[in-house]
């Protein structure tokens, strides 16, 4: 059974810093890439980075330069390195999986889902 399941969001002030992460089991990150998605109230879902099974990366231009993504294959952990919120990060955040080897931000593309970790960044 493939599952992903997120944790590490909170309630963070503005400035601050989460590091919210993806366990995955029931398949091998060697064979699949992780998406970052964020979904806001009344708003699309978002695409915010990537890493594929072969280990390259892609950060969108909106967060580039505060979002980071790595990934510990020990672990089956997929990490979202998030620095400088701002309130308008405030989102639920999900991981998701993709059996092609280049990254793809679009949602649909994707397979397999998490349940999502709520970010708030509030003072």
């Known amino acids: 059974q493939m599952q992903l399941v997120e944790s590490g969001g909170g309630l963070v002030q503005p400035g601050g810093s989460l590091r919210p992460s993806c366990v995955v089991s029931?398949?091998?990150?060697?064979?699949?890439?992780i998406g970052w998605f964020r979904q806001a109230p009344g708003k699309d879902r978002e695409g915010l980075s990537c890493?594929?099974?072969?280990?390259?990366?892609y950060v969108e231009d909106d967060v580039k330069g505060r979002f980071t993504i790595s990934r510990d294959k020990a672990k089956n952990t997929v990490y979202l390195q998030m620095n400088s919120l701002k309130p308008e990060d405030t989102a639920v955040y999900y991981c998701?999986?993709?059996?092609?080897?280049?990254?793809?931000?679009?949602?649909?593309?994707?397979?397999?889902w998490g349940q999502g970790t709520k970010v708030t960044v509030s003072s």
């Open positions: 890493i594929t099974s072969g280990g390259s990366r």
């Open positions: 029931g398949f091998s990150l060697d064979d699949y890439s």
């Open positions: 998701a999986a993709d059996d092609w080897t280049l990254c793809v931000m679009t949602p649909a593309n994707y397979e397999y």
